[in-house]
């Protein structure tokens, strides 16, 4: 199978890791739980696989929530792993492509897959392979968990009596602006093709920013563009992030939405 996607546009360094483990905690306010209530786990010997774990961080929280569990934390590199002494010891590490056929010991053999923050991988021409991919991993019966922005949403909220935001406006119209082959359809879309691909979907939630998170929204997005400038160095993002911060302390910031989908593989294909 082939698979068209974007490059990786961020660093796997330091910066990059605590930025993850930063948006984690903060999307992890937002979202309320590591998985959704309607995600029936009522067995002890449960498997759940994290595709694109990036440092492990939602795998090794989860493995302590489950600790009969057996969690396993994917992704493409295994430079922002934890070292293996201070990793959950019910969490197995691995690093493959997830774009690419899974090795044949995975294919359905898990209870749960979750997928989370894989906008600039996944582009309107390549979300059927990508999302038929994951499925393979799914027992009858599995549920797939996948959280994105709704890149669409975001705009400029003000409280500074309308004085000027330049770097809040471009940066929304930087969520505005796909890959040039691509557009966002396919995150609006996604609980249609959920279920074209045969799954009863049981949760599409839509979730908002609390006011009290807005300016740790902000701190985040910074801190990927800090990544920018660490590869750029003498870039003019430094302007950029200046134009933020004194935004941000009069009160503006960029608001966005986010999808939470839940589906279900059925056990028997319809018709």
Request: with cysteine; charged share 25%; net charge negative.
């Amino acid at each position: 199978m082939s698979i068209t996607t974007r490059p990786y546009v961020n660093e796997r360094h330091w910066l990059g890791s605590m930025r993850l483990n930063f948006q984690h905690f903060f999307m992890g306010r937002i979202v309320g739980h590591l998985l959704h209530p309607n995600i029936k786990l009522d067995k002890s010997d449960l498997h759940i696989i994290d595709l694109g774990a990036g440092t492990g961080i939602w795998a090794q929280e989860l493995a302590t929530e489950l600790p009969s569990a057996s969690i396993y934390a994917v992704d493409i590199s295994d430079e922002q792993f934890p070292p293996e002494k201070w990793r959950t010891p019910n969490v197995s590490f691995a690093a493959f492509d997830c774009l690419k056929p899974f090795p044949e010991e995975y294919l359905g053999r898990f209870d749960v897959v979750n997928v989370r923050a894989w906008l600039t991988i996944v582009n309107d021409d390549n979300k059927d392979p990508v999302l038929e991919n994951f499925l393979t991993l799914l027992k009858p019966g599995g549920y797939i968990q996948w959280f994105e922005p709704l890149p669409l949403t975001a705009h400029t909220v003000a409280r500074d009596n309308g004085q000027p935001t330049p770097g809040c406006d471009r940066l929304a119209k930087q969520w505005h602006k796909p890959a040039a082959h691509s557009s966002y359809d396919w995150v609006i879309n996604l609980s249609r093709t959920f279920t074209e691909h045969n799954l009863e979907v049981i949760v599409d939630e839509t979730l908002s920013t609390p006011d009290r998170y807005q300016p740790i929204a902000t701190q985040s997005w910074l801190a990927g563009l800090q990544e920018y400038r660490y590869q750029e160095q003498g870039s003019q993002l430094e302007e950029y992030q200046k134009q933020l911060i004194q935004e941000a302390k009069a009160g503006a910031f960029v608001d966005v939405k986010y999808t939470l989908l839940v589906g279900r593989k059925c056990n028997k294909r319809k018709g």
